[in-house]
């Protein structure tokens, strides 16, 4: 389906004033005609009087083609089941007032998205999913505005099978609207689905944290690749991923954010620990680190200034004070030896 765009239908306020000036024909038709049959107009008064009774009667069906279009709003607009154009720029149109708008998610809002609800504020029925359905569906409009889909935290699977929560948020416009309402029964359902599928295939390509022997690029490499540390990466696949799957429904996806990501509760106590036990085994490598530098430059300087010789058995215990006296989680109590050295 080929979006056709209608642009010479901008001549709302002519035919507004050219209905009305009917009207008042129609009025003055019927007036005359009964003045006239008063006074035994005949043929020509029963005509005036027909003409202006059965216009009075029809005439609000051309009203019906009046249409009235806000910025970043969109008209699909279909004439006996066959699409005739979309209405797109902002103005005041006459349309064949046979014309019907489509809009098959005219009753859907998604989460947090700036649908064009008519002002009237009803309050949502029915909720599945992303997707909730109101009671309003006289607004056939389609917004062009930029939208925000905020879809709820899903518990899924790393590729090392670690259950995690994580939530993104999703912006997105219809650029095409034929595709969007005739290409997909209800193009913000449809989206909403496959942004939840998309989510999934990228989550599950990725570990939680930084893990050895893991290709997450598909280069057969391993990588540093992560939910955690390469979260712009993960969001600008999850945006293409999500874009291929809507290309067809005349959607543009403008951007993905990461909004929410954690371990699942039941296994967050037993990584938060492990975090921790990682990060006290890496810190006790730099201390011991650091020790051995200090230890090996104190042998250095006592060597140099000859300020004492140290047989290899004094060396070692020295070595080994002074490890514990730089390891220790304690400050080292001071043992004063008032003995000789030997």
Known sequence: MKEKILNHKKNGFAMLFLIILL????????????????????????????????????GWVPL???????????????????????LKEEGFYY??????SVNPAAKTRLNQSGDVDGGT???????????????????RKISLKIMTLNNSRQKINDCLGNPVEIGIAVMWRVVD?????????????????????????????????????????????ADEGSLR?????????IRNEIQQKVADAGLEILEARITYLAYAPEIAAVMLQRQQASAIVDARKMIVDGAVGMVELALERLN?????????????????????VLCGNHDAQPVVNSGSLY
């Open 23 to 58: 009207y008042a024909a129609g009025i003055g038709c019927v007036i005359l005609g009964a003045n006239m049959s008063d006074n035994g107009g005949g043929a020509l008064a029963v005509l005036l009087l027909v003409v202006g009774c059965i216009w009075i009667a029809i």
């Open 64 to 86: 019906m083609g009046l249409k009235v279009l806000k910025p970043q709003e969109a008209l699909v607009l279909t004439l006996f089941g066959n699409y005739i154009g979309t």
């Open 95 to 100: 349309v064949n007032p046979f014309c019907s």
């Open 121 to 139: 504020g009803k309050p949502l029925m029915i909720s599945y999913g992303q997707a909730s359905i109101s009671g309003d569906g006289a607004n």
């Open 177 to 221: 609207t034929a595709k969007a309402v005739f290409n997909v029964d209800n193009y913000k359902e449809y989206l909403s689905l496959q942004c939840d599928s998309a989510l999934r295939d990228i989550v599950r390509i990725y570990p939680y944290d930084v893990a050895p022997n893991v290709d997450t690029t598909g280069d057969g490499l």
């Open 229 to 237: 540390g390469s979260s712009e990466v993960v969001a600008s696949r």
């Open 304 to 324: 140099e200034k000859h300020t004492v010789e140290l047989d290899e058995e004094r060396k070692a215990a020295m070595v080994s004070n002074l490890l514990v």
